[in-house]
């Protein structure tokens, strides 16, 4: 009874330090993701975003592109073009040369892919799940059971950029995150404000 009880307990053991090392692992890899992404004066990447319901059946893709530096960024994607300077956001349909304004809420910010290279620092489990081809997968799951989703899953490449990312949807949607190509590159801070005097006629939405 006593050698079947020390083999259960052994038994437990190495899968606790089988777990304890992929959790290691995959906290090196967001961390070495992130200090990567947090070193860069900036970037512009083109990305696809894809959305799968399974219950539903439903399915919807579209093309974007964001140009990132520190907090502020400029995203363009489905006709807006939304300009974050880390204090007021500016979206703008060129179709209707219309604008509004607003002032940036980080709290409203959940996941998006300007900050899903922090997202993982507070409040989330990690787990390392295989390394296929050089490209390392990692999930992280929220620990608030209030959030929407239930697990991120990140496709990190051995030069520490990501490939893509997945977020699961307690809906049963699944939400992907494919970069397409990147370029680090410095930019001006000037992209990062919109200036309604070159926009004749504009119509301006300020909810400030």
Known sequence: MKKIIVLINLIFLNQFFLFSQEDKLALDL???????????????SSFTYSMKNLTEDI???FSGKISVKDDKYVLFIEGQKI???SKTVWTYLEDLNE?????????????????????????YKHKFI????????????????????????????????LSS?????????????????FLEEEMDNSI???????????EVIDFR
Do not use: C, H, R, W
């Not at 304004?101 to 290279?117: A, K, L, T």
């Open 30 to 44: 967001l961390n070495s993701m992130s200090d990567n992404y947090k070193k860069m004066k900036g970037f512009t």
């Open 59 to 61: 399915t919807d893709s």
């Open 83 to 85: 300009i974050n300077d």
């Open 99 to 123: 604008v509004t304004i607003s002032e940036f809420d980080p709290s409203e910010q959940d996941i998006s892919i300007n900050n899903v290279f922090e997202v993982y620092k507070e409040g």
């Open 130 to 161: 295989k390394k296929t081809n050089g490209v390392n997968t990692v999930e992280i799951y929220p620990e608030d059971e209030n959030k929407s989703y239930f697990k991120i899953s990140f496709a990190i490449l051995e030069n520490d950029l």
């Open 165 to 181: 990312f997945t977020v699961f949807d307690k809906s049963n949607s699944v939400f992907i995150y494919t970069i397409d190509d």
């Open 192 to 202: 990062f404000s919109f200036e309604i005097e070159n926009y004749p006629d504009i």
